[in-house]
């Protein structure tokens, strides 16, 4: 029996072929090595995301994150829900706060779940896959199972916004969180905790609907980065790292820079660091390749 | 256009009485105190500065300035980055009200219709509800072909090699396209989500006739 | 001064800042008993770490000196420092304090000559100037310190050094073997007068107070400018001893905010405005100040004293509370915000940012002892339920100084109608 | 007078040992001093030596005490003889700690040693121990003047610490003008909704109470007399007078609101739907009397929107109305603002604001306020402009930078005009010429005191009652009068009724010191009084103009009559009698004069200048004590002689000085004018107006006008003064020395 049991609520991104499959593959190899269980919430649905304001309205968007409670309940009774995507994290633990404190609302939604003959009770806990490591196994435990320490390498630890604010890992401050550069020092990596856009927007969906606003901003997340003498980004967004990275082409070619930083997840760090392959850490994910880590993945294991 | 000079006409010049009524965490609005935090705060602000960022909304729904608000591109501009929540001094849940009165707008048909964020948002929740499950390559063909044919294919080919990179890392299937992921329960979904709206359309009428 | 022994006729005052001070005086004056608790090695309190008062700019060290010549001239006050009160017991007329009093290693024979400072080497942060400073471990608390006695540092108990302070003594003031001792005091009435702290600037996060070196707060800025001061009066930067002479002040740095103070400290406006004045005072030729602000609260009488400020071209005022504070490659702080009056965006840097830090109670309500009614803020509200325990100055509101005396006058009166029934009742 | 046994007593403690030849001290004591009972001691405010000082006073039958040792800001604890007449030598701080250890400097030192124990000795000679002021009364009654919250408060306050007292109160009711309010600001947790005055508790409990008489329709006519002794004429509507014995008196007269019709452009006076803040309580009244609804004036119809205009009148540079803010007009316009909220949340209020001035736990209330739908808006209104039953509220929205903003049909319109202090006749304002046909109003007196120096407390230029506001709000410059409430300062009830609980102690303290013949602040518990030889006096009527608290009146001959226990012991009397027939038992002409002629003066050839510094108690000596203990040096030719203030300095101490010798002369007092730091509040003024005159007295003796310093100087000055003394010293080397030395 696993260490510790979760029910999974891995987001759109995360599904084979989308963007932020490399995401689910670390994290997989990740929760092997750390004795995890996670079990997928059967038929889970999208968290509507901050960005679906438009057209969602309120009780729509909670009702859809409403549904995923009732089924992990369902399915899943007692168990925690882990979400790994930032924005299903904060968007089903809004719901979940807006629920418990608005009964109108609470009946409201349970009304329109009737009518997928579904039903909430308490509704779970929704932690982050980040929560999950720091506050129920602890750096400790995570430190334990490094046996390949990645040496030398100098990470910028990018937090962005939606793991940071409104809630944020408990503990941490909003406008310098430690926790990711702690992960990076776990990892035997080089942390730069003065890195000062860590917890800069990278423009979010904006990305998409007004490219150049959004690179605006991840132009300086990346430059400064490079400024600090990073390697490589880090971070545990699935958004942000699709948007710090893969548009660094694009402003090259808008502000003339030479940009080609990886951005990597904290689990790829971790799988490589605890002995993992370059496939278990989903490396062939990137798009800009993090060579250093490949090398390192090569490496035979010091035990 | 009816909907909206109904509830203008109910409301006459108390703006900020329609917009507590009718936009989701607007009730807060009037507890501004103008202390500009949520303005200085907000990255977009910084980068292409907002026709009216959030605190010059808030007064403005005070001075009744009905048409400017809901016609303004700037609730558009929020990126969800949540700053602005976590340092006003009031603890108004700016993000959720600039959403809200951008939602309220879109309802009305005020919203200005180029707004390619207003575009994008409706965009992605119908592709997201559709199936209950994000369709990545649809979501992104559908924003860039949004004015026609031609334009599409000018907007794909500026997003070729990004689309190119993605592929080769095995993080865009062009397969999508025909068959993506999808949940099993579309017909719950489609259900519980009509009953929602109606709901939710049927508690607004009510403040509306008051 | 003489050890008269405390009754249930007595008043006990604690605090020994400017609000306790004057209450124990004006009852002394009255023909009361008093015993005066301070925790900190000297009395004096917050505004005896002030360079001036405003609105008049005169020097809080004045008032002190007046209100210590009282106290040296009245024989009815009894003087306890170094003690913290850990227990109130009793009712109305008839309380029994229990008081804490940490060891100053040095009795009654001192002299303040001096010599045992000069015959040590250790070097210990000076509270009396925020820790900007250091000062010897054998020390006088400040040049006005009443009682004028030198305190060693109890990190200095043990080691060689204390055996030198005790060598270069020759009046026998050095006693290394003083412990804490804890005494009980009859009271009938307690004034409760322990005055306020500074916001912890750390919990603000934005503006990277403890982050950025050149990010401080009011009350150290004060120190600054004192001659007293760990810089002699000059305003330098930390970070690198640089002239500071472009400087931002930040209202409601804490107060009111959900986040942090709920409601307004009342001084920091005019702090800040009497500030600027340092400024003008230190670089006339070139000093610059800049005030953030969302209200300017210069109430009644004070009014007049923003207007000068607002007269005066090296002052600009913006009205806006400043979002965040990044720092640029100089280590200059940068201030980002929008002046919403017409909605102005600004990236400023500054050689020095100034918070106005809020005021809290430095006893919090639920902190005191006996069961006291407080504010949501903690500072001690008017209730029949407090019996003869009576709040006073800061501890029962955020007052600026004057308001605090008319509070500790007030409250002095309270206490000696309680001991005037006391009084009748043992005739 | 009784027979005077000297001793003087030198230290050898703290390196005066080391520094200096303490036989030689001793000796200078006997032979100059002419004390022959003189001794050192190794420790002498050790236990050993206090106690060899005892015994001497006990045994030895010592009656004056000369110390040399540390300043008399130090040890005061153990060099505590409160029946003898002591002084201080300071050898420590005032000679060797601004002195150089080094062989070359032990000359000049040690001389300036030995001069400071002439000095001591001669100065306590010339003193006696202060025995109080027999002149005293003993009434234990209050007169309260004003029956609004803060005099009730006053009253009742006094009554319950044991003390009988007399309230007059000029209308037909008790309660002023908290007594036509609604409701008041809350001063309780949670801070949220406007709450009941107490008002009327406040009347019956002053009712109720056997030991407060009340007059109503009652003025006070005429006051006499001095603390502890006051005898006051109140004039009833029945044209009566009755005559009150009392011990002090609490001026509680309180405000009146600014005249909304001096603002027209605001809509003051144009129109009945246009109210000022107690208006609008009048109207909130009328309403909670019918039907809860408030009505507009000029036609009764419900109130569906009103404008609350924050500052009017107030705030203003220009000049022509206030000049500032009344600190309470924004919780009130709240509190009225939650009237109509709260009796019908679709009321539409407004509040236009520059600075919303909320200050502690009113951000609470402002709050509150928002939450129940007030609307805040920062602007600045230009007009109101009455249109029928409606006005129009044009304003620039500070905010939106919109100039043309306005609000129009507006049915209601409230002014927040500001307190203005009723604080009687000021009585050194310049007569102001009225303009075109406007009548000026006489003010009318609120006590009549029966002082030479007017009837009233003096007034700051606003209008308030004169104090040292920061540190000691409550000191007049009347003694035994306090002034509380808005009269002092614009205040809401809470601070009213704190400021009137203050004032009440303030008074039983000075009734209790005036019976024990004690002085009040800041020489508080001085026994020492002024003495005047009227036989002496030339009634030249200076003492009685000059003194800062109008202690000295003049009786038909023109001969002053002091009124002891209304002085403050500061000594500007006896500076300013030109015949020096005015004296303080520890502090006279003869005191400080003695030591100017006990300097021991060096010949011209000598190289060694004199320079004497007459230092202010308060802020110049301890400047210069600090200076010591910061061991920054200043030269050894100055004699520091301390005064108990500028004002005090009388011009035959310079005179003597110059004739005797010296080559200069430093006077350093506190900075005088608006932002006064006197603690006698006129006193270093006076002093330098008196000193400007020396010019001709320096021609008369045809000396340099360099000769005479007249210095401001801070307590922190610690480094200034040394700079500033060394720079003198090196100035008169260049004038040269005094012609008067050897004669």
Redesign the interface.
């Known amino acids: 029996m696993a260490k510790k049991e979760y029910a999974f609520y891995p987001g ?2 995360s ?8 995401y689910l593959t670390s994290v997989e190899s990740m929760c092997k090595t750390l004795d995890v269980k996670l079990t997928e919430i059967p ?4 968290c ?13 968007r909670h ?2 994150n409403a ?1 995923n409670f009732a089924l992990s309940e369902q399915h899943l009774p007692g168990q925690e829900i882990v979400a790994t995507c930032a924005a299903c994290w904060l968007g089903a633990r809004e719901t979940r706060e807006r629920l418990t404190h608005s009964d109108t609302l609470m009946a ?2 349970r ?8 039903q909430i009770k308490e509704m779970p806990e929704i932690r982050h896959m980040v929560e999950v490591l720091i506050e129920d196994l602890g750096f400790e435990e995570m430190a334990k199972h490094v046996v390949r320490p990645l040496e030398g390498v100098k990470i910028a630890g990018y937090v962005g ?2 793991t940071n ?2 809630f944020g890992v408990a503990g941490e ?4 969180p430690m926790y990711l550069d702690k992960m990076v020092e776990m990892v035997g990596a080089e942390a730069i905790p003065e890195y ?1 856009m860590k917890v ?2 990278c ?4 990305a ?3 490219p ?3 690179q ?2 991840i132009k300086d997340i990346v430059e400064s980065a490079y400024d600090h003498g990073a390697e490589m980004i880090v971070t545990p967004c699935p958004l942000c790292q ?1 948007n710090v990275e ?2 660094q ?2 402003i090259n070619q808008r502000y003339g820079t030479k940009f080609n930083i990886p951005v990597m997840y904290y689990s790829q760090l971790m799988v490589v660091a605890y002995g993992g392959s370059a496939k278990d850490a989903a490396l ?4 800009i390749k993090a060579r250093r880590l490949e090398e390192i993945a090569a490496k035979p294991v010091k035990r | 256009m009816s909907a909206n000079t109904a509830v203008a006409e109910k409301y006459r010049n108390n703006f900020l009485k329609e917009i507590e009524e009718q936009v989701e965490m607007g009730d807060w609005v009037k507890m501004c105190m103008q202390c500009g935090v949520c303005s200085g705060s907000c990255p977009t602000n910084f980068q292409s500065a907002w026709e009216h960022p959030p605190q010059e909304l808030f007064m403005m729904i005070r001075a009744g300035k009905r048409e400017e608000v809901l016609t303004s591109s700037s609730m558009w501009n929020c990126t969800s980055c949540y700053n602005c929540i976590v340092r006003c001094p009031r603890k108004l849940p700016i993000t959720h009200i600039m959403h809200g009165i951008a939602e309220y707008a879109h309802r009305l048909g005020m919203a200005p219709k180029l707004q390619p964020t207003r575009f994008f948002s409706g965009l992605f929740w119908k592709n997201a509800t559709k199936t209950g499950r994000v369709n990545e390559l649809k979501l992104s063909m559908g924003l860039y072909f949004k004015d026609g044919l031609g334009a599409g294919i000018k907007e794909g080919m500026k997003m070729k090699d990004v689309a190119l990179g993605l592929m080769k890392a095995k993080r865009l299937n062009p397969f999508e396209i025909i068959k993506g992921h999808a949940c099993k329960d579309q017909k719950g979904i489609q259900a519980m989500l009509k009953k929602a709206y109606e709901i939710e359309r049927s508690r607004k009428a009510a403040k509306v006739a008051g | 001064m003489t050890e008269h022994v405390a009754t249930n006729e007595t008043i006990l005052v604690v605090g020994g800042g400017i609000s306790g001070m004057t209450a124990a005086l004006e009852a002394a004056e009255t023909g009361k008993n008093v015993v005066l608790v301070e925790k900190n090695p000297a009395l004096g309190g917050r505004t005896s770490q002030l360079y001036r008062y405003f609105p008049k700019l005169c020097h809080p060290v004045c008032g002190l000196e007046i209100n210590q010549r009282r106290l040296k001239n009245n024989p009815r006050v009894r003087v306890l420092t170094l003690a913290e009160v850990s227990g109130i017991e009793g009712s109305t007329g008839n309380y029994t304090a229990t008081i804490r009093i940490k060891p100053r290693y040095v009795n009654e024979n001192c002299t303040a000559c001096g010599d045992c400072e000069r015959a040590v080497e250790m070097q210990v942060p000076d509270p009396f100037n925020y820790n900007l400073g250091q000062h010897k471990a054998a020390f006088l608390p400040n040049a006005m310190a009443y009682p004028q006695r030198y305190v060693l540092d109890p990190a200095i108990i043990g080691s060689a050094d204390a055996e030198k302070a005790k060598a270069a003594c020759k009046y026998g003031a050095i006693d290394l073997d003083m412990k804490e001792e804890t005494i009980q005091v009859k009271a009938g009435a307690v004034v409760w007068a322990t005055g306020w702290q500074p916001y912890d600037a750390k919990k603000i996060q934005p503006y990277g107070y403890g982050r950025f070196k050149n990010v401080i707060t009011s009350v150290e800025f004060e120190r600054l400018a004192d001659i007293h001061g760990p810089t002699g009066g000059k305003i330098l930067r930390p970070s690198d001893g640089k002239e500071a002479k472009n400087i931002a002040f930040i209202q409601c740095a804490g107060s009111r905010d959900e986040n942090h103070l709920r409601h307004c400290s009342r001084i920091c406006c005019m702090a800040s405005l009497k500030q600027t004045h340092y400024v003008r005072e230190k670089y006339p030729e070139d000093g610059k100040s800049t005030i953030y602000y969302i209200d300017i609260r210069a109430i009644d009488r004070f009014e007049d004293f923003y207007q000068k400020v607002q007269a005066d071209p090296s002052v600009s005022f913006v009205k806006s509370k400043v979002a965040r504070i990044s720092e640029d490659e100089h280590g200059n702080p940068v201030c980002w915000g929008v002046n919403t009056e017409g909605y102005k965006r600004y990236t400023t840097p500054h050689d020095l940012v100034v918070l106005a830090v809020g005021m809290e109670p430095s006893v919090k309500g639920v902190d005191i002892p006996g069961h006291i009614v407080a504010d949501s803020s903690g500072f001690i509200e008017a209730d029949p339920a407090n019996g003869a325990v009576f709040g006073a100055g800061c501890a029962s509101n955020a007052l600026d100084v004057n308001r605090a005396v008319q509070s500790a006058t007030a409250a002095a009166l309270r206490a000696i109608q309680v001991v005037n029934k006391v009084a009748k009742a043992e005739a | 007078m009784a027979d005077i046994k000297v001793a003087a007593y030198i230290c050898k403690g703290c390196g005066l040992g080391e520094r200096l030849d303490t036989d030689a001290l001793v000796k200078i004591a006997q032979k100059d001093g002419k004390v022959p009972m003189a001794k050192s001691h190794d420790f002498l405010c050790s236990a050993d030596g206090v106690a060899m000082i005892r015994n001497d006073i006990d045994n030895e039958g010592v009656t004056h005490i000369m110390i040399g040792a540390c300043s008399r800001r130090a040890k005061t604890e153990a060099f505590y003889f409160p029946s003898n007449a002591v002084a201080r030598a300071n050898l420590r701080e005032g000679v060797i700690w601004i002195r150089p250890d080094t062989e070359e400097a032990r000359e000049t030192t040690q001389e300036m040693a030995e001069d400071y124990i002439r000095m001591g000795c001669a100065e306590v000679k010339a003193m006696t121990a202060p025995g109080g002021n027999p002149n005293t009364g003993s009434s234990k009654t209050l007169l309260v003047v004003g029956g609004g919250v803060t005099g009730m408060t006053t009253a009742i306050e006094a009554s319950k610490t044991g003390y009988p007292v007399v309230l007059v109160e000029k209308t037909g009711e008790l309660g002023g003008m908290a007594g036509k309010l609604y409701k008041r600001i809350p001063v309780h947790e949670p801070f949220k909704s406007p709450a009941d005055t107490g008002v009327a508790d406040l009347i019956a409990q002053v009712m109720g109470d056997s030991n407060i008489k009340v007059y109503l329709n009652a003025t006070v006519a005429k006051t006499d007399g001095a603390p502890g002794r006051f005898v006051v004429d109140i004039a009833t509507e029945s044209g009566a007078t009755h005559t009150e014995d009392i011990g002090a008196i609490v001026q509680a007269s309180g405000f009146t609101l600014y005249d909304m019709n001096k603002l027209p452009e605001l809509g003051g006076g144009q129109s009945p739907n246009v109210v000022d803040q107690l208006g609008l309580e009048s109207l909130a009244r009328a309403a909670a009397a019918g039907d809860g609804v408030i009505r507009r004036p000029s036609d009764n119809q419900p109130v569906k929107s009103v404008v609350f205009v924050q500052c009017a009148g107030q705030r203003d540079p220009t000049g022509t109305h206030l000049a500032y803010c009344s600190g309470t007009c924004c919780n009130t316009s709240i509190k009225q603002a939650m009237y109509f909220k709260d009796a019908n949340p679709s009321v539409d209020t407004t509040i236009i604001y520059t600075d919303l001035r909320t200050p502690g736990n009113g951000e609470d209330f402002y709050r509150s306020a928002q939450e129940k739908g007030v609307i805040f808006t920062k602007g600045k209104v230009a007009q109101v402009v009455p249109n029928g039953a409606g006005s129009t509220v044009k304003f620039h929205d500070l905010i939106l930078d919109d100039t043309e903003a306005a609000m129009a049909d507006v049915d209601l319109v409230v002014l927040a005009t500001g307190q203005v202090p009723n604080s009687g006749v000021d009585i050194f304002a310049a007569p102001k010429e009225s303009e075109e046909g406007a009548v000026e109003v006489k003010p009318i007196s609120i006590l009549n005191l029966n002082y030479r120096q007017g009837p009233d407390v003096p007034q700051l230029k606003q209008g308030f009652t004169d104090s040292h506001f920061i540190c000691f709000p409550y000191e007049t410059r009347r003694t035994g009068i306090y002034t509380a409430g808005p009269v002092r300062r614009p205040m809401d009830i809470a601070q009213a009724r704190e400021d009137a609980t203050g004032a009440a102690l303030k008074a039983i303290q000075a009734l209790e010191n005036a019976e024990l013949g004690r002085a009040a602040h800041p020489r508080s518990g001085d026994l020492s009084f002024p003495k005047v030889r009227l036989e002496g006096c030339t009634q030249c009527k200076r003492c009685t103009v000059e003194c800062p608290f109008g202690a000295i009146d003049e009786d038909e001959k023109r001969f002053p009559v002091f009124n002891e226990s209304r002085c403050r012991r500061c000594g500007t009397c006896m500076g300013a009698c030109p015949v020096r027939v005015i004296s303080f038992e520890n502090y006279s002409v003869n005191t400080v004069g003695a030591q100017v002629k006990a300097v021991d003066i060096p010949d011209e050839f000598s190289e060694k200048p004199r320079i004497l510094i007459l230092a202010c108690e308060n802020d110049a000596y301890p400047a210069l004590d600090m200076a010591g203990m910061n061991r920054n040096e200043y030269s050894a030719f100055v004699r520091v002689i301390p005064i108990r203030c500028l004002g005090s300095v009388n011009t035959i101490w310079v005179t003597d000085a110059l004739n005797a010798g010296y080559d200069g002369v430093m006077m350093m007092g506190c900075k005088h004018g608006d932002e006064y730091q006197c603690h006698f509040v006129k006193g270093s003024e006076l002093g330098r107006v008196r000193m400007s005159k020396i010019d001709d007295t320096l021609k008369t003796l045809n000396l340099e006008s360099e000769r005479v310093r007249d210095l401001e100087v801070a307590i922190t000055d610690i480094e200034r003064v040394p700079e500033m003394i060394n720079k003198y010293a090196a100035e008169l080397v260049a004038v040269g020395p005094s012609p008067f030395k050897g004669f």
């Open positions: 759109c991104s599904q084979k072929g989308a963007s932020a499959s490399n038929d889970w649905n999208c509507g995301a901050s960005i679906g304001y438009a057209e969602a309205g309120e009780l729509p009702v859809m549904r409201d939604t009304e329109a779940l009737k009518e997928a003959g579904l916004c939606q604010r409104p401050s909003f406008e310098n000062d800069t927007c423009g979010g969906a904006l998409f609907s007004e150049e606003k959004a605006a901003q699709a893969i548009y082409g694009q062939n994910g990137q798009v």
